[in-house]
């Protein structure tokens, strides 16, 4: 039983264009959310993160969306670039739990 | 901005050895993690730490052990490897509250 999904294994995109990374979570006790950035053989790097008294946040060219009647957040890339290609997981988060739940990640290529 | 380091990067042993995996984190955290994580799957937590002494296993059944003697340093043991403890190994940890967590560089384990 996955509590974070990401449906999309990967996703192509040309450079300049955006980048849109979905993600599906079913636990309503989630109210953290997190998407971290992922290189082969490499730890994850955080990206950008959104509590569930939001429903946007944004840094850079990085903007999380929440929709929380749908269980839904996703990530917005623009413009995207050759070194965002990697493999971006969300993860989430619940009061009172120390635990994080990630999803099995979509891998981004953006093409030059 | 992350200072949690993990050695080594890489290690390729045959099966039946003793491997100790290092995690040690610089920032003061309270709490750590470590998590597994396999190609186009979701990382998956296997030990976690919430001070020194106190330490739990994870949603993912694991052969390895922990301990926690120092708040810095996270080890964790294979007391004998086999090839289906293949994987990266991903050290975590976080501060008090929501917040982030902070990945080291992981380990890629290979026993073969």
């Known amino acids: 039983d996955q509590q974070v999904k990401q449906n999309s294994p990967s996703l192509s995109v040309q450079e300049g264009r955006i980048s849109i990374l979905n993600c599906d979570y079913t636990n309503s006790m989630f109210d953290y959310f997190l998407w971290y950035k992922k290189y082969p053989a490499e730890g994850p790097t955080f990206l950008i993160s959104?509590?569930?008294?939001?429903d946007k946040n944004e840094d850079g060219r990085f903007t999380v969306f929440l929709n929380k009647s749908a269980k839904h957040l996703s990530l917005h890339i623009v413009p995207s670039q050759p070194g965002d290609s990697a493999v971006y997981f969300c993860?989430?988060?619940?009061?009172?739990?120390?635990?994080?739940?990630f999803g099995t990640g979509t891998r981004l290529k953006v093409l030059a | 901005e992350a200072d949690i380091y993990q050695t080594p990067r890489y290690l390729v042993i045959g099966t039946g050895k003793k491997i100790t995996l290092e995690c040690s984190q610089t920032?003061?955290?309270?709490?750590m993690y470590w998590y597994q994580q396999d190609p186009g799957m979701e990382l998956h937590l296997i030990h976690y730490s919430y001070g020194v002494n106190s330490t739990e296993k994870g949603d993912l059944s694991s052969e390895s052990t922990v301990s926690r003697i120092r708040t810095e340093h996270f080890p964790l043991t294979l007391e004998s490897a086999r090839p289906s403890h293949t994987s990266q190994y991903l050290c975590?940890?976080?501060?008090?509250?929501?917040?982030?967590?902070?990945f080291g560089s992981g380990t890629q384990l290979s026993v073969l």
């Open positions: 959104i509590s569930s008294i939001k």
């Open positions: 975590a940890s976080r501060g008090a509250g929501k917040e982030k967590l902070f």
């Open positions: 920032m003061g955290h309270d709490k």
């Open positions: 993860a989430a988060s619940g009061t009172g739990t120390y635990k994080y739940i």
